[in-house]
């Protein structure tokens, strides 16, 4: 495709609840980067992968969040036993290497009811 | 601590207005720093970057300065147009390769 993509656009859940974001990245693009932006900030790194591999999982604010690019290409973001601090935009950025330009894709906005 | 501040944090102008806003950062070692443009309900856009040597930057009516000596960069709107109403976001590379967010401006332009 032309750019990031990223499915569903709008989550809606229940406190507790799973949920799995996805994003496809710009073909042929290596590295792959999850943020998390709330309202009036700016986005919140939360995990980079160089292929198939995690490089820098920091961001990751607990134990409930895992994410995963078993191919190398497209990625999921999996939110376990959702909490309403979870409600957020949650963004994809992709790039040909680490420290190039990162294109961003349009967000999965998540609300935890 | 490595942090970006930026301001205003909102700005409303007219159309046809100039505006310039700010980025202050105390990242160091610096890499680089670049100016994203995040419309609502959209992911961040690249406007400018510019590294350590760079004083300005212009991409169509964005221009972007940098005084790497007092850490701070501009970003500078000429003849705003309504489509630039949107949040702008200053980040900052560190030579770990690290980016630092600002918080960004949210700039609204008023007919």
């Known amino acids: 495709g032309a750019g990031v993509s990223q499915t569903p656009s709008n989550k809606v859940t229940e406190k507790g609840k799973y949920v799995e974001l996805r994003c496809d990245p710009i073909?042929?693009?290596?590295?792959l980067y999850w943020y998390r932006q709330s309202l009036g900030q700016g986005p919140e790194f939360l995990i980079y992968?160089?292929?198939?591999?995690?490089?820098?999982d920091s961001g990751l604010p607990n134990d409930r969040f895992f994410a995963v690019r078993p191919e190398g290409s497209v990625s999921t973001l999996k939110i376990q036993r959702t909490e309403r601090g979870d409600s957020a935009v949650y963004l994809c950025?992709?790039?040909?290497?680490?420290?190039?330009?990162?294109?961003f894709g349009p967000g999965t906005r998540l609300t935890v009811l | 601590k490595n942090q970006v501040e930026q301001s205003p944090q909102s700005l409303i102008i007219l159309e046809g207005k100039n505006c310039t806003l700010q980025?202050?950062?105390?990242?160091?070692?610096?890499?680089?720093l670049r100016w994203y443009k995040q419309d609502t309900g959209r992911g961040p856009v690249s406007l400018t970057i510019?590294?350590?040597s760079e004083n300005t930057k212009s991409n169509g009516r964005y221009t972007a300065t940098l005084d790497a000596d007092t850490k701070q960069s501009s970003l500078h709107i000429t003849a705003s147009q309504l489509s630039d109403s949107a949040s702008y976001i200053c980040?900052?590379?560190?030579?770990?390769?690290?980016?630092?967010w600002g918080a960004g401006t949210k700039l609204i332009i008023k007919p």
């Open positions: 950025a992709s790039s040909d290497d680490y420290a190039r330009e990162q294109f």
């Open positions: 073909s042929g693009h290596t590295a």
């Open positions: 992968f160089q292929g198939t591999g995690a490089a820098d």
């Open positions: 980025c202050n950062y105390t990242v160091s070692p610096f890499s680089n």
């Open positions: 510019m590294t350590f």
């Open positions: 980040v900052v590379r560190d030579s770990n390769y690290q980016l630092i």
